[in-house]
């Protein structure tokens, strides 16, 4: 049995932003093989990839995530394995990582945490790129941590890793999690709940809601953790935050509350000011 990835591409057009690369990803992914691989020429396939192959493309049509039908997702150097119970890697987090490596490498940073691990793919990021790092990470969903270990796993960091099932509002976080830390990164809910149900299906319907929700104005969880993480951090420790659209100057303001110093906000592509690093 035969199959050409134009037929993919077509059943695909009109419903995805990428339907091209989103052909390459469902057919290398059947095939076992990298999407970079993936040739033009008409593919030979067994009745069970053929039918993978139809069945993928039929609950992508519907709104599922890609990398939630094959089960991984490219990010940053890396890639991750990704459930229905992590939060989908975003490309726009991948600022903060690049942000996060230039403050380590620049400070010499020995020891750093990751408030709300999800798939891991911040700390996990940063555990690969620097062999002398060591990390803890904190989530409240025991699953989330269940996918962040395997990603250990596989990027061989796992013995450089501790991570926990804590969340920011539990009251022995502190001395759980450890203090000391050189850098804190987060990426935490900050969708306003009313919000939710306005969200594209792929991201309502197939990440974890206790991802999105940021509370009645979205800032609930910036709140928390600008209250702890002064206890956490050391003299002249970082904290970078992600943000969602025009969100960084309540932000700011949030942790200037809490005695930290605004270092920088840096923009995504997008122009959405997605970053903020503050200093204690």
Sequence with gaps: MKIELKEIIDLLKGHVDSP??????ILGHALKMDSDEVSSLPQDVSTTEYEYIQTTIQKRLSGYPLDKLIGQ???????FKVTEDVLSPRPDTEILVEAAAEIIFRENCKKIMDMGVGSGCIILS??????????VGIDASAKALKVAQENAARLGVNNRLKLYEKSWFDTDLINKAGQ?????TSNPP????????????????????MALDGGADGYDHYRQIATVAPSLLKENGYIL??????????IVKIFE?????HQKTIADLSGINRCIIMKK
Excluded at 257 to 261: A, V
């Design 190 to 209: 900050y969708i306003a709940s009313e919000e939710i149900p306005q969200l594209s299906t792929e991201v309502k319907a197939h990440d974890p809601l």
């Design 126 to 135: 940063l555990l690969a790129d620097f062999p002398f790092l060591e990390g």
């Design 257 to 261: 509350q809490c005695g930290f110093k």
């Design 73 to 79: 997702k490219d990010f940053y150097k890396y890639s």
């Design 241 to 250: 935050l992600e943000g969602g659209q025009n969100q960084d100057k309540e």
């Design 20 to 25: 091209r690369l989103e052909a390459r990803e």
């Design 180 to 184: 000391n830390f050189d850098l804190i």
